[in-house]
């Protein structure tokens, strides 16, 4: 083989590696994600498959679906005590998940990326 | 066996038994009551440092798990300065349970001595299982020592959120209790432990 041809290959299979990496790099960690769920108690209001006061999970990612600013907006919409908007219309402050240890970024991020995975 | 000459017990015990011919009937029962006094405001004190935060994070078990967790919490630190410490949630206030909540905590000196849960490893693996205990006990107590604080008639539909109030004024129809729905709340969930209608 000729040298640029083997440059060429290797350059590609580095890039293969690379996009075979780089999910596993930003993996969702699902049970983390739930876990912080549950101890937010972010379940007595949403389901994963199942609407109740708020939307279900799948829903919300259905909206957010190919969306840019998703992840970003998501975080704020969880973390700003923004006002969210219930089945009969009324609104009121949705409740600021807490991380332990306290504004823990990354957990919160996991959090999200999950929603809008489902 | 020869009566003339009994032994040390049975000697104590017939002393016991003889009527005073020193000491007035009032100097005894003056001298029980004062003694009566010094023994049971004793016993209480002692069981009353047994109900303190300083006392319960003596233990590491206690200090480096869930006292570290709860110390995140609002019933730790909050806007309006008042502090539920261990003893509020999990003992009793009237003295009948108290002293049967007390009485079984001295099995938990059977799992400090064998170290049952005397790693961070060891705690998490019987998380699961100490969490459902005190759940069972609150579930039972009609969350009594919840209810030392809170009480549905207390709740403003003003000042809570109106989700909430409504869950909540649902939930006394339902005949529910505070432990049904909040649950890790002044602790980290066990990892077994999956809500209801996820």
Same mark, same amino acid.
């Given at each position: 083989?000729?040298k640029?041809?083997?440059?060429?290959?290797s350059a590609t *299979?580095?890039c293969?590696?690379?996009?075979?990496?780089?999910?596993?790099?930003?993996?969702?960690?699902?049970?983390?994600?739930?876990?912080?769920?549950?101890?937010?108690?972010?379940?007595?209001c949403h389901?994963?498959d199942?609407?109740?006061?708020?939307?279900?999970?799948?829903?919300?990612?259905?909206? #957010?679906h190919?969306?840019a600013?998703?992840?970003?907006r998501l975080?704020?919409? %969880? @973390?700003?005590?923004?006002?969210?908007? #219930?089945?009969?219309? +009324?609104?009121?402050? +949705?409740?600021i998940?807490k @991380?332990s240890?306290?504004?823990?970024?990354?957990q919160?991020?996991? *959090?999200?990326?999950w %929603?809008?995975?489902? | 066996?020869?009566?003339n !000459?009994?032994?040390a017990?049975?000697?104590?015990?017939?002393?016991?038994k003889?009527?005073?011919? /020193?000491?007035?009937?009032?100097?005894?029962a003056?001298?029980?009551?004062?003694?009566?006094?010094?023994?049971?405001?004793?016993? !209480?004190?002692?069981?009353?440092?047994?109900n303190?935060?300083?006392?319960?994070?003596?233990?590491h078990e206690?200090?480096?798990?869930?006292?570290?967790e709860?110390?995140?919490?609002?019933?730790y630190?909050?806007?309006?300065?008042v502090?539920?410490?261990?003893?509020?949630?999990?003992?009793?206030?009237?003295?009948?349970?108290?002293?049967?909540?007390?009485?079984?905590?001295?099995? =938990?000196?059977?799992g400090?001595?064998?170290g049952?849960?005397?790693?961070r490893?060891?705690?998490e693996?019987?998380?699961?299982?100490?969490?459902?205990?005190?759940?069972?006990?609150?579930?039972?107590s009609?969350?009594? =020592?919840?209810? !030392?604080?809170?009480?549905?008639?207390a709740m403003?539909?003003?000042?809570?959120?109106?989700?909430?109030?409504? /869950?909540?004024?649902?939930?006394?129809? =339902?005949? /529910?209790?505070?432990?049904?729905c909040? /649950?890790?709340?002044?602790h980290?969930?066990?990892?077994?432990?999956?809500e209801?209608?996820?």
């Amino acid at each position: 083989m000729k040298k640029p041809a083997r440059s060429a290959l290797s350059a590609t *299979l580095a890039c293969a590696a690379l996009l075979l990496l780089a999910p596993a790099a930003h993996a969702v960690d699902a049970e983390a994600a739930k876990s912080l769920a549950r101890q937010n108690n972010c379940f007595k209001c949403h389901a994963v498959d199942k609407d109740k006061d708020g939307p279900s999970y799948k829903k919300v990612a259905a909206k #957010f679906h190919g969306k840019a600013n998703a992840e970003a907006r998501l975080i704020e919409h %969880i @973390t700003s005590g923004e006002k969210a908007k #219930f089945p009969d219309g +009324h609104e009121e402050e +949705h409740k600021i998940v807490k @991380t332990s240890p306290p504004k823990d970024m990354d957990q919160i991020r996991n *959090l999200v990326q999950w %929603i809008l995975a489902q | 066996m020869d009566n003339n !000459n009994p032994g040390a017990f049975k000697r104590f015990w017939n002393m016991l038994k003889r009527p005073s011919a /020193k000491y007035s009937l009032i100097a005894i029962a003056g001298t029980s009551f004062v003694a009566g006094i010094i023994f049971w405001g004793g016993f !209480n004190t002692g069981m009353e440092m047994t109900n303190t935060l300083d006392f319960c994070v003596t233990c590491h078990e206690m200090r480096d798990n869930v006292y570290q967790e709860y110390k995140e919490t609002i019933h730790y630190t909050n806007r309006s300065g008042v502090r539920a410490v261990c003893s509020d949630c999990h003992v009793p206030k009237d003295w009948v349970h108290k002293i049967v909540r007390k009485s079984k905590a001295a099995f =938990e000196i059977w799992g400090k001595i064998t170290g049952s849960i005397d790693t961070r490893e060891k705690f998490e693996a019987r998380r699961m299982t100490l969490a459902s205990h005190e759940w069972e006990r609150m579930k039972d107590s009609n969350s009594r =020592e919840c209810r !030392n604080c809170h009480s549905f008639d207390a709740m403003s539909p003003e000042l809570q959120k109106q989700t909430p109030y409504k /869950k909540h004024m649902k939930a006394r129809e =339902e005949g /529910k209790t505070c432990i049904d729905c909040h /649950k890790g709340i002044a602790h980290h969930l066990p990892k077994e432990y999956v809500e209801p209608d996820e």
